[in-house]
């Protein structure tokens, strides 16, 4: 097989590639416009495979798009390109509603004509996969407001509810807003031309690589440089994190094995509040780097981001139950291998701010 993916130079896409080169025989285009958070750096391992080949493309430019395809003759398309960071779709909509909204839609027409152009047997065996996220459905009941139930229970049973694929749409940010119109377009572009689509929506990912202006890698970098670990509001918002290793797994067989026109839910079975997680992130770094004082001691508490959605939990057994896959990590080995990688890695991790982003406070009113 041979895969366009989209995004291939940010954290998940490059996670997926590097799956791909290392785990099956498949070919990869890697198409990326390279923003500030796309670096190349993070597919080192695998670029000089004869698989492997890049092509700085932005999804809103229809005419490269129909060149890529035209050249390549991809087997199938996994659509991860994006602008992700909610803080930044605060300060900065329309970026989000033009690579969001616009680049899906451009990469829908461009998929479909080229689909169309086919072979009987290779047009059925074609693929778009649009991998979306767990935030289009808006938020879940906190356990704060039910104290008589527990976090983490499948719906249906004695706990709160969590997403099933089914969970009716109500983003609440900017961000989470355009990805679900993404997801109503690629739906849109199956049910009228026929198109043949696959979706996922995952949960929190957290791994190497992660650029640092999300919450993992942000606390990791700023416990070592002696800064504040902002916590927005009282830090009891509730996610369920999943390694992206995990994702990646869950994202190729979804494109080899998953039903056409199915949407399947990605979840890492580990809902946490996020003052948890910076605790055993500032107690994993207290025994692999230790100082005098505690980590614990740099945590600050701030203004929650506006519209903060308290809770989401991703009911994952649709994707265990037809296709046989589940999380290999739980969050304590992955949340340890992520650390360790930070710690490992502090040269790339000074290279990808440069310049961009020095982890300052985004998503202000």
């Not at 057994?317 to 992520?338: H, M």
Request: charged residues 25%; negative net charge.
């Amino acid at each position: 097989m041979k895969i366009l993916v989209t995004g291939g130079a940010g954290f998940i896409g490059s996670a997926v590639i590097r799956h791909i080169i290392n785990n099956t025989d498949d070919e990869v285009v890697n198409l990326d416009k390279l923003t500030y958070a796309g670096n190349l750096e993070s597919l080192a391992p695998v670029s000089d495979s004869k698989r492997y080949t890049f092509e700085q493309v932005d999804i809103c430019n229809r005419a490269e798009l129909d060149r890529v395809l035209a050249q390549h003759q991809p087997d199938a398309i996994m659509h991860l390109a994006a602008e992700s960071h909610v803080d930044r779709s605060i300060d900065g909509p329309a970026e989000f509603i033009q690579t969001n909204i616009v680049g899906t839609y451009t990469l829908l027409e461009a998929a479909r004509h080229y689909w169309q152009t086919m072979g009987a047997e290779q047009k059925t065996q074609f693929r778009f996969h649009h991998i979306s996220t767990d935030e289009v459905y808006g938020d879940l009941p906190h356990p704060a407001d039910h104290p008589s139930l527990l976090a983490g229970e499948r719906q249906g049973g004695e706990g709160l509810p969590m997403f099933i694929e089914e969970t009716a749409y109500a983003p609440s940010s900017p961000y989470s807003a355009s990805k679900a119109s993404s997801d109503h377009l690629v739906r849109a572009w199956q049910r009228t031309y026929g198109l043949p689509v696959l979706i996922t929506n995952c949960s929190n990912n957290y791994g190497p690589y992660h650029f640092p202006e999300k919450l993992i890698p942000l606390v990791i970098l700023n416990a070592l440089e002696g800064k504040p670990l902002p916590i927005y509001g009282k830090g009891d918002q509730i996610r369920d994190w999943l390694y992206v290793e995990d994702h990646a797994r869950a994202l190729y067989k979804v494109l080899k094995e998953g039903r056409i026109g199915d949407t399947y839910n990605i979840g890492g079975h580990n809902e946490k509040q996020n003052i948890e997680v910076v605790h055993i992130i500032c107690d994993i770094l207290q025994q692999l780097r230790p100082k005098e004082s505690s980590y614990r001691d740099q945590i600050t508490y701030v203004q929650d981001r506006p519209g903060h959605d308290r809770r989401y939990a991703i009911d994952a057994s649709k994707i265990q139950q037809e296709l046989g896959w589940v999380p290999e990590e739980t969050f304590e080995s992955g949340i340890r291998k992520t650390v360790q990688w930070y710690l490992d890695n502090a040269e790339w991790c000074q290279r990808v701010q440069d310049g961009s982003y020095q982890r300052e406070r985004l998503g202000q009113l």
